[in-house]
C-alpha cells in the first residue's frame, strides 16, 4: 500500500487500505493519520468518514487514559492529531486544555478549557477545570468570582461548591469557606475532602476545639481513617502547647495517626514536633529525620530537628540544620489547597463524546 501510494498520492483507497492494515497491526495513530489522507481525498465517502470517525474516538479514548496515568506528551500527541475530526467537539477541548495545563502552556490551555465550558456550559466537570486553571496560575479572585457564577448555576453541585469553598481558602476568606464546607460536611458526612478542607479551616483559624471535635467524629465512623486522629492530634497539641492540657492524649492521637499513614511527612512532623515539646527529644530526632527522609525540602522538620539537636548537646547537627533551613522555600498553605482543588478531578478515560457521523 505504502508502494502504491508512493505512485499515486492521491489513491484514496490505497490510504484507505493502509489504515485498515495498520489499525489491525495496533497501530492506532498510524492508522489515524492513513484514514485522514484517505478522508481528505475524498471527503463524501462514507465508509471512508466512519472508520476516519471510529478511530479518532479511539484514540480520544486512549488519549484519556494516557492522562489518568500521567502520560500528558504521548496525550498530546494523540489529540493533536485527531484536531480535524474533533476539534469542535467539548469533550475533545477539555482534555487538550487540560494536558496543556498539566504540560505548563497557561494560553493554550486556557483558551481550550473555556471553550469546552463555552460549548457546554452546564457541564461541571468542565467548570472545574477551568477553575482549576485559574487558581493553578495565582489568579485567586477570577477563580472565586468564576465559582460564585458557577454555583449560582448550579446550586445543587457538590463539587462546584467546594470549588468554591476552596477559592474562598486560597484568598484567606477562611469564615466564608467554613461555612460552604460546613453545609457540604452535613450533606455528605463522609466525604473525606470536604473533612480534610475543614480541618484546614480551622487549623488556620486557629479553631482548636472544632478541629478536635471533627477529628473525633471521624473516628467514631472510620477509626481506620488517619485523618480523624491527625485533627484530634494536632489540635490537641495546639491547647497543650499553650498550657492548657497535657501532651499525652494528642501525641497518642497523632501516634495512632502515623501508624494509619506512615507515608504522611505532614503527621510525623507534627508527632515530632509535640514529643519535642514533651522533652522526648530522641523521639522526636527520629521522628524528624523520617520527615526529611520522606520530604527532604521540609523547613519546619529541619528547624525542629536542629532544635531537637541543640536540646541534647549536639550542636555540630543543630549548626547544619539550621544552615538547611536558611536555603529552604517554606511551602505555603496555598500549595496544600490547590492539592484539595485538584482531588475533585474525575478519571478522563471515557470522558470523550461520539462525534456525530
Known amino acids: 500500500f505504502r508502494s502504491a501510494i508512493a ?7 490505497a490510504w484507505f487500505n493502509l489504515g485498515s492494515s495498520l489499525l489491525h497491526s495496533g497501530e492506532k495513530l498510524e492508522a489515524f493519520r492513513a484514514l485522514d489522507h484517505a ?3 475524498d471527503p463524501n465517502d462514507a465508509q471512508i468518514t466512519e472508520a476516519w470517525l471510529g478511530v479518532a474516538n479511539a484514540l480520544a479514548t486512549e488519549a484519556g487514559n494516557a492522562i489518568d496515568k500521567g502520560e500528558y ?3 498530546f500527541t494523540m489529540l493533536s492529531a485527531i484536531d480535524r475530526p474533533l476539534g469542535k467537539t467539548a469533550s475533545w477541548n477539555n482534555l487538550i486544555g487540560y494536558t496543556d495545563l498539566k504540560l505548563k502552556k497557561p494560553e493554550d490551555a486556557r483558551r481550550y478549557l473555556e471553550t469546552a465550558l463555552q460549548i457546554e456550559p452546564d457541564n461541571e466537570n468542565y467548570l472545574l477545570d477551568v477553575g482549576d486553571f485559574l487558581a493553578s496560575y495565582h489568579a485567586y479572585d477570577e477563580a472565586a468570582k468564576f465559582f460564585e457564577i458557577g454555583a449560582r448555576r448550579m446550586p445543587h453541585s457538590a463539587p ?29 458526612p463522609a466525604w473525606e475532602p470536604v473533612i480534610r478542607a475543614l480541618g484546614e479551616c480551622y ?10 471535635k471533627l477529628g473525633t467524629a471521624l473516628e467514631s465512623g472510620e477509626p481506620e481513617n488517619a485523618v480523624g486522629w491527625y485533627l484530634e492530634g494536632a489540635g ?14 494528642a501525641i497518642g492521637a497523632l501516634r495512632r495517626a502515623v501508624m494509619l499513614d506512615p507515608s504522611s511527612s505532614r503527621y510525623r512532623y507534627q508527632l515530632g514536633k509535640a514529643l519535642a515539646e514533651d522533652k522526648q527529644f530522641q523521639s522526636a530526632i527520629l521522628e524528624l529525620k523520617e520527615v526529611i527522609r520522606l520530604e527532604p525540602d521540609h523547613p519546619g522538620a ?13 550542636a555540630k547537627l543543630a549548626a547544619q540544620e539550621f544552615q538547611i533551613v536558611s536555603g529552604i522555600k517554606a511551602k505555603s498553605a496555598h500549595d496544600v489547597y490547590l492539592a484539595m482543588l485538584a482531588s475533585t478531578q474525575r478519571s478522563r478515560s471515557g470522558s470523550t463524546g461520539k462525534t456525530q457521523k
Open 7 to 13: 505512485i499515486n498520492p492521491n489513491a484514496v483507497s
Open 73 to 75: 506528551a504521548a496525550a
Open 203 to 212: 487549623e488556620a483559624g486557629t479553631d482548636w476545639p472544632a478541629m478536635i
Open 302 to 314: 529541619h528547624y525542629a530537628l536542629a532544635r531537637a539537636y541543640k536540646q541534647v548537646g549536639e
Open 160 to 188: 462546584v461548591r467546594f470549588g468554591l469553598a476552596i477559592s474562598y481558602m486560597l484568598q484567606d476568606r477562611t469564615s466564608q469557606a467554613i461555612t460552604l464546607l460546613e453545609q457540604l460536611h452535613v450533606e455528605f
Open 39 to 41: 478522508q481528505q481525498i
Open 236 to 249: 490537641r497539641e495546639r491547647i497543650a502547647s499553650q498550657g492548657d492540657a497535657p501532651l499525652a492524649v
